[in-house]
């Protein structure tokens, strides 16, 4: 066996290296969960596509969610969904609203949309948290050629990005894209809970 390694040195490099090599960049992908500390604070994101009537905006630290319809109001826009990432869960759920009543034949129309789960949180519409996460959207491109062929990361999601640790936001699309998702803010705090 010693006289096979002696005389194949090139041979046993060439194959050990390629395998050194995909453990270190295995481990450089995992450290960072462990080094680095979780999210702190929530984070809102909204679909967003030519079709939606729905604009949100974040006023004064508060989310005001604006129904406006200039023409053809009767015609059933997709409706945006609104996600909360729960920081303390890390996991995201989406955000119940109503839309308002339109009437028959309307032209124009403009309605506020309540969402009673919002009333009460302060948001900050910074795209870097307290905490010192960022939040790069699904078209945002942060690796290299290695990053690519070693850790694969082509979905593009949303995430949220501090000191190497990578936090995917979303779960697989159902139904819209990842380029439509409109980053709104992080819940800064949270009055009456």
Do not use: H
């Not at 990053?147 to 995430?159: Q, T």
């Amino acid at each position: 066996m010693n006289y096979f390694f002696r005389e194949n040195k090139i041979l046993v490099v060439g194959i050990l290296l390629p395998i050194i090599m995909m453990v270190i960049f295995g481990l450089a992908s995992v450290i960072p969960k462990y080094l680095v500390s979780p999210p702190q604070y929530d984070l809102l994101v909204a679909t967003d596509n030519y079709n939606v009537f729905v604009k949100f905006d974040v006023v004064n630290g508060k989310l005001k969610a604006q129904y406006v319809c200039n023409n053809n109001c009767n015609v059933n826009p997709t409706r945006p969904i609104l996600y909360i990432f729960e920081a303390k869960s890390q996991k995201t759920r989406e955000i119940k609203f109503d839309f308002p009543t339109i009437p028959n034949d309307t032209k124009s129309f403009s309605s506020e949309i309540i969402i009673p789960e919002l009333q009460n949180v302060t948001i900050d519409t910074s795209t870097v948290a307290p905490d010192g996460y960022s939040y790069n959207s699904a078209n945002y491109y942060y690796g290299d050629i290695l990053s690519e062929l070693f850790i694969g990361n082509n979905d593009r999601r949303p995430e949220i990005v501090k000191n190497g640790n990578v936090v995917s936001i979303l779960p697989k699309a159902k139904g819209y894209s990842y380029y439509q998702i409109k980053f709104i803010g992080w819940i800064v705090s949270k009055q009456g809970k």
